[in-house]
């Protein structure tokens, strides 16, 4: 096996667990001696229990590669590893890359080309997609990837935007690719399997859990140079994304609204700590991706 294949072998006995394998890497970072290692030596080595340490050594020794990747082939699933040469350049350059990502789609959405992510409230309102579409439509239409977490509201606007304008779109999902979730996002989400890009770091098998989501948020604002907000309540999703996006040195913008509107708190307070302030497309499009209107 080589690295990437080693990598992959690893990360899908280890449920997809970042920082289970950054913890190997540290004395391992060709991923080589863990084979060898015993449940007491790996859970020193890494931090977890015994009990966790023998069963992901067990899997590691009884799940076959080969027939690992030949179901990945069945199912439709590509992958790419942060060793590989195709892996986004610019998510590659954050401080916790995914050690593997799966997609179905076209990957070249997120590897070449200006690319914006977009996230927000999943409860917008009607000004939030009325001055959403005005803004995104030009951005869209020239050839701009749209990327957000197909997430109910915002999200999934930004989605159906994107593909409604012939555009290109990625959704970075909070679980593994033999899912599908909310329910209600069903009829989009076959849209991106098959004409767009669904993405994700969680093995095939990783069901949706309340905790994948914000740790998605650093692969949605990697992504991109920007992150721009368009409605987001004082506590929300979208400002931890906006805070990822910060520390990954990107930039922020946001969208204002009205200052008695719940919905607008967070992005009204981004802007009054800095984000950039929207008002049209050629804000987005000359100032932070370099392109004329």
Not at 42 to 53: C, E, I, M, R, Y
Not at 99 to 110: P, R
Request: glycine letters at 6%; charged letters at 20%; a positive charge.
């Amino acid at each position: 096996m080589n690295i990437q294949e080693r990598i992959v072998h690893l990360h899908y006995c280890s449920s997809g667990n970042h920082r289970f394998l950054a913890a190997i890497a540290k004395s391992d970072p060709s991923f080589t001696t863990v084979y060898s290692l015993s449940p007491n030596s790996l859970a020193s080595l890494t931090g977890v229990n015994h009990d966790k340490a023998g069963k992901f050594l067990n899997l590691l020794h009884s799940v076959s590669l080969n027939k690992l990747k030949r179901s990945y082939i069945d199912k439709g699933i590509s992958y790419v590893t942060v060793f590989d040469e195709n892996y986004p350049p610019m998510l590659k350059n954050i401080y916790d890359p995914p050690w593997v990502l799966y997609y179905h789609g076209n990957f070249k959405h997120v590897t070449a080309g200006a690319a914006l992510s977009v996230v927000g409230t999943r409860h917008p309102s009607e000004y939030a997609w009325v001055e959403m579409k005005s803004i995104l439509e030009p951005v869209i239409k020239k050839g701009v990837t749209i990327v957000s977490g197909l997430a109910l509201g915002i999200d999934r606007m930004a989605h159906e935007l994107a593909v409604a304008h012939s555009g290109k779109t990625a959704a970075v999902l909070g679980y593994g690719l033999n899912y599908m979730y909310p329910a209600a996002n069903k009829k989009v989400f076959n849209e991106l399997k098959e004409n767009q890009l669904l993405i994700t770091e969680y093995p095939p098998y990783i069901k949706p859990q309340k905790w994948h989501f914000p740790e998605r948020n650093r692969i949605i604002s990697g992504l991109s140079p920007a992150v721009f907000v368009v409605e987001a309540k004082e506590r929300s999703g979208s400002l931890i994304t906006a805070e990822l996006a910060v520390q990954q040195n990107r930039d922020v913008l946001a969208l204002p609204g009205r200052i008695s509107s719940p919905e607008s708190a967070g992005t009204n307070r981004l802007i009054q700590e800095g984000a950039k302030i929207i008002l049209s497309a050629e804000d987005i499009l000359e100032e932070y991706l370099h392109l004329n209107v």
